[in-house]
């Protein structure tokens, strides 16, 4: 039997479910967007994310505890509710999620870590060769890691990320009270002064603005930056296992209070920072805001490779859960071209190429398959990182096609990452895209047809209706604009 979370432990899971790349992007988001739209839209998205948190968690508790399907995650309640295609949906929208997820996290090692050891070893031959450091990194260290069958050990540096955020805030803060005049000094100098040269690592962005411009209302930029905003909170698909986690304590009322404090928590946090980088910067903040200070401060050298490693060992979760999303599509596929040739012998059809013995024996994929769709009660728990208890399904999953499909998933991210210094325009195509379906369509869709299952949702069917086609608008939206911008 496993351990029950707390609820405060499930807040903490929550947040580190949420923090990730997009804190280092934010600022460059609001200041593209305008102070004030910057705001109102960062506000807006931490309630819309909070409300369709809590809807599809209020639609698949009761189908649970009616007896009906115990759902353990997000596809299996779309399944329930929306049929075949709302899994198919949810399946192609989490690969695509957390996929990009990764080729961000590589670009910001490609960013980070070069410059990192440079500093730490005071040697220039690492930023002489980006792509190697980060091919070395990438095979030595993220892919033995991603090779794991289970994702649980690397829960135990969640802390680690957690007390990040804060050392990031802390940096920014010093380097804003210390520096001040210096990093930005177009803007902070004194008049009269002698102008100071730009000590700061802005090369690609050419001559920097750093009006902070508090009074603009907004620009025509923040539709293609919105996808930050949104990429900065989504994490539905953490939700179902952090709910389970709660075990006997795992209610509705109870997980609304959990996410709306981490939702608070976590807007604190990245706003906090994004204020600080924006008032230090202004209209010069990169994508990567890191590029905006000297790179041989130390205390910014530290908070590089801080959140370097925290990247590293995000990295393994993300491309679990893409693989783990690939694997059950692949094992659909089989379980269905199985049981087609199946019925087909048994309605004594002649298929020479094919025994019956083949069908039947094909234990692999057979057990991968009934590893996603085993009855209710065979269903193992799963943990706060989305892992089965003891890894139960992927232990079943034949070894050709684990290494298999971590290896290509893991070569492309690479190579997709080294091809692009853009962290801005990876940013908002995730979170427009599939993050819009992940936090907004799909939860509204659900909640819009819950009364197929017999569930009234929170605030009835306009609010999810609303979710709904403000998702499917700014899908479109953010999507257009980013490839225009780019």
């Known amino acids: 039997m496993t351990a029950e979370s707390s609820s405060a432990a499930a807040v903490f899971n929550l947040i580190n479910a949420i923090l990730g790349a997009g804190i280092i992007a934010l600022p460059y988001a609001w200041a593209q967007a305008g102070f004030v739209m910057g705001w109102i839209l ?3 998205t931490a309630i819309v994310t909070s409300y369709t948190l809590e809807l599809v968690i209020w639609v698949a508790d009761p189908i649970c505890r009616n007896g009906t399907i115990n759902i353990v995650a997000y596809e299996e309640l779309a399944e329930a509710v929306l049929g075949i295609w709302g899994r198919r949906l949810v399946l192609i929208a989490q690969f695509l999620y957390a996929y990009g997820i990764t080729i961000s996290y590589v670009v910001i090692m490609h960013n980070e870590l070069p410059t990192a050891f440079g500093q730490l070893t005071h040697s220039n031959i690492f930023e002489d060769h980006k792509v190697y450091v980060v091919l070395i990194s990438s095979v030595g260290v993220l892919l033995p890691l ?3 069958r289970s994702v649980a050990p690397l829960a135990k540096f969640s ?4 007390c990040t955020a804060f050392v990031l805030i802390g940096i920014v803060f010093y380097e804003r009270v210390t520096n001040y005049t210096q990093l930005c000094p177009e803007l902070n100098s004194a008049p009269g002064d002698e102008p100071l040269p730009p000590i700061f690592d802005d090369s ?14 907004g620009r025509l930029q923040l539709l293609e930056v919105y996808g930050i905003f949104v990429f900065t909170k989504a994490c539905h698909h953490t939700a179902f296992p952090i709910f389970r986690s709660l075990g006997s304590k795992a209610e509705p009322i109870r997980w609304k209070w959990i996410v709306r404090t981490a939702i608070f928590l976590c807007s604190l946090i990245t706003s906090g920072c994004a204020m600080v980088v924006y008032s230090t910067f202004g209209q010069g903040v990169h994508s990567d805001f890191f590029k905006n200070y000297w790179k041989d401060s130390v205390p910014v050298s530290i908070g590089r490779l801080m959140f370097a490693s925290v990247i590293m060992l995000g990295f393994p979760i993300q491309l679990f859960l893409s693989r783990e999303t690939l694997q059950i599509v692949i ?28 069908v039947i024996n094909n234990t692999d994929r057979n057990r991968l398959a009934a590893g996603r769709r085993s009855s209710a009660l065979d269903r193992p728990a799963l943990d706060e990182t989305g892992s089965a208890a003891g890894g139960a399904i992927r232990e079943e999953t034949p ?71 403000f998702g499917i608008i700014t899908m479109g939206v953010t999507t257009v604009f980013t490839f225009v911008g780019v």
Request: glycine fraction near 10%.
């Open 204 to 217: 690609d962005s050419g001559p920097v603005d750093c009006s902070t411009d508090f009074g603009n209302l």
């Open 399 to 469: 070894a050709l096609l684990h290494y298999g499909t971590t290896l290509i998933l893991f070569a492309s991210v690479v190579a997709i990452g080294l091809s692009t210094d853009s962290l801005s325009t990876v940013l908002s195509l995730v979170g427009g895209f599939d993050g819009s379906i992940i936090a907004f369509v799909l939860p509204g869709l659900i909640g819009y047809h819950a009364d197929r299952v017999g569930v009234k949702p929170p605030g009835g069917k306009i609010p999810a209706a609303f979710m709904a086609i």
């Open 146 to 148: 991603s090779m794991l």
């Open 331 to 358: 094992a659909n596929f089989m379980e269905a071209r199985e049981r087609k040739k199946y019925e087909l012998i048994s309605a004594g059809c002649d298929i020479e190429s094919i025994s019956e013995d083949e």
């Open 42 to 44: 960062f506000t807006f």
């Open 159 to 162: 802390f680690f990320c957690f």
